[in-house]
Each structure stands twice: as structure tokens, then as C-alpha cells.
């Protein structure tokens, strides 16, 4: 997976959160942070995953199919505990495999292949914007351009050989 991460370091983090304490949290407007999340949301996919040929799908997802029959997924999960800090995943599937598990996906988040570790985003109303802008970025450099080291059945199969996917069998022979 090295060889995927590209230049992490020439990366510069812009609305990192990580941690809320109790304090903030309680002074926090979800209402408005909320909001500010589907217009950063909106405008993502205006301007970066609509002209790359994703379609939203549901919530924060957004899909294309590959040239090569696989499903390329970009999906912004926002951390379930109310903390109003998002990640991006970027993963894909192969369609049309016999038999598929819903697990059977290549993954990455989106931090990791900017910077090399896990990246969780503020969504709160004051820092938004520029999270979005980020993440924006991050996308164009790194998201977008793993897709397409993910693309040719020799780079796939190479991935497919590293690590201990229970299913990496299957799908190599699928590519066979």
C-alpha cells in the first residue's frame, strides 16, 4: 500500500478536530454546524466530484462506475457521537462478482493517502469552509488520483496479492 500514499508530506491540514472536550461540545450549534455540512457537502460535489464524473448516491456518498466495471466511493462519514467532525473514505468494489461480500472493497481514508495517518475534519459553522476547501484539495491530489493507480487488473492483482484479505482469492480469479 506504500507505493499508493504519494507525497504525504508536501500535504498542509486545514480544520483538523480530533478531540472535543465536554465544554466545547456543550457550547457547540449543531444546528448550524449541521447546516454548514450540506453546503460544504453541496459544493464538494459541485465543484470537484460532479466534474469527475461521481453521482451523489445517499447521505454523504458519492459513486462512479470505472471504466473497468468496478464502483469508485467517496463517502464523508460523520463521527457518530455529535462531536461535528467528519473523515472520508474513499473505497471500491468490483461489480458484477459472483458471490460478493459487501466487505470485498479496496479502502483507504482519505487522510491517510494526504498525510499518512487518519484525518477527522471540524464541521462546526466557523470552521466549515474551510475543512471543505481542504478536504477539496486532498481530493483533487490524492483522492482521486488513488482511483486511478487502482485502475488495470495489474495493479489491482498486486493489491490483491499484499495483505490478508480472506476474499483476495476470489477476486483474483474473477480477474482471470
Known amino acids: 500500500m506504500g507505493k499508493l500514499l504519494g507525497k504525504q508530506n508536501t500535504f ?4 483538523e478536530c480530533s478531540h472535543r472536550t465536554e465544554t466545547e ?5 449543531r444546528a448550524g454546524a449541521d447546516a454548514a455540512f450540506r453546503a460544504g457537502q453541496r459544493q464538494l460535489y459541485e465543484d470537484i466530484l460532479r466534474p469527475a464524473g461521481f ?22 462519514q460523520k463521527e457518530r ?20 461480500e459487501p466487505d470485498m ?12 495517518r487518519d484525518v477527522w475534519w471540524d464541521f462546526a459553522a466557523d470552521a466549515a469552509e474551510g475543512s ?9 491530489r490524492f483522492g482521486l488520483p488513488w482511483f486511478e493507480r487502482l485502475r488495470g487488473d495489474g495493479a489491482r ?12 482469492k476470489a ?3 474473477a480477474l482471470d
Open 12 to 15: 498542509r491540514l486545514e480544520g
Open 25 to 29: 461540545l456543550a457550547a457547540l450549534d
Open 55 to 76: 453521482l451523489r448516491w445517499k447521505g454523504g456518498a458519492f459513486v462512479r462506475r470505472g471504466p473497468e466495471d468496478w464502483l469508485e466511493d467517496i463517502e464523508l
Open 81 to 100: 457521537h455529535g462531536t461535528r467532525t467528519f473523515t472520508v473514505n474513499c473505497m471500491a468494489v468490483l461489480l458484477f462478482l459472483p458471490g460478493a
Open 105 to 116: 472493497t479496496f479502502g483507504e481514508r482519505l487522510g491517510v493517502l494526504a498525510v499518512g
Open 132 to 140: 471543505f476547501r481542504n478536504v477539496g484539495e486532498a481530493l483533487r
Open 157 to 168: 492483482k498486486a493489491l490483491l496479492r499484499e495483505g490478508n484479505r480472506p476474499w483476495a
Open 171 to 173: 477476486w483474483l480469479a
